[in-house]
């Protein structure tokens, strides 16, 4: 397992696939200057899924304003866009 970081965090989208989907997302963090660290993605029967581990140790914007940013980008485009420190969401998820 990786070692945790602070400035770490889990990204999580959801919603009917579609064009866009990606960049609508990546183009936030890239504003932001967020480092994607690793990315998977899926579409099943036209759902999409994608989670991100992203680092946040360079970003422009805190916390609450990425979170926002991320989650306005998703309403437009129709999905759902969570973000979550990696610690958080490991603790949540934990065994």
Known sequence: MAELSPTRVVITVLGKNRPG???AITSVL???S???RDITQSVVDDI???TMIADTSAATLDFPALQEELT???E???VSVQMQREDVFNFMYRL
Request: proline residues 0%; charged residues 10%.
């Open 48 to 50: 999409f899924t994608m």
């Open 72 to 74: 306005a980008a998703g």
């Open 30 to 32: 890239a504003n932001a």
């Open 76 to 78: 437009k485009i129709g």
């Open 34 to 36: 967020v480092d994607i």
């Open 21 to 23: 989907i990606l960049a």
